[in-house]
């Protein structure tokens, strides 16, 4: 049975936190500035995607690991796998999720690539160690795409150097909810590009739809 650490929680949009907003911005803060002084950064291009939409009504939170996809969602998996060319991945990281797991198919059966689970798509307390594991794996001219959540994609980004002046343009926002940085829509493909050394803008990034 699948443990969700209690930092993020990646299956349900409200997550199970109970942070406060301050101690919430401090977190964040030394999560940047570790980030910033150590060069804690991937050597291969990294990709990174929420999953497709999944359907509307399901059977309630006790089966929302294996919340499929609904039909736009199958459809716009398919735009994903679209927009990567033959040779072009070296590899799919993904949650333990019926939804990325999906979201990842097409992309993985177009071009060859394998699909592994990655706790990072899904617990921000392993993002660290999985950057550092992507450098002794692949090279710089290789790239990887990771597909996760909307409470993880932000904390991704941001312990690869993302500065909070780059968050609006990047798509991350605060949620109303939650004390927890989210991202909205579901056809948001973002680009790390090699990261090191940190810039001082969002040289290092981009976002574009599929």
Known sequence: MMTIKAFKNHSRGKGNLSMKPLFVAVVLNVTIASAILSGAMAQPVIYIVRHVEKLPAWLGDDFDDFHPLSEIG???AQLLADSFAPESL???FCSPTT?????ALPLAQKLGVPVELAEACW???AIDAFYSSLKNRFAPDQAVLLISHSNIIPYLLMRAGLRPSCWKEMGITASSEVAEMVIEGYDNLWKIMKPEPVQKDCTNFSRRRF
Do not use: Y
């Open 99 to 103: 939804r990325t797991l999906h979201t």
């Open 123 to 125: 617990d921000t307390t």
């Open 74 to 76: 199958i459809k716009r």
């Open 90 to 92: 070296a590899a799919v």
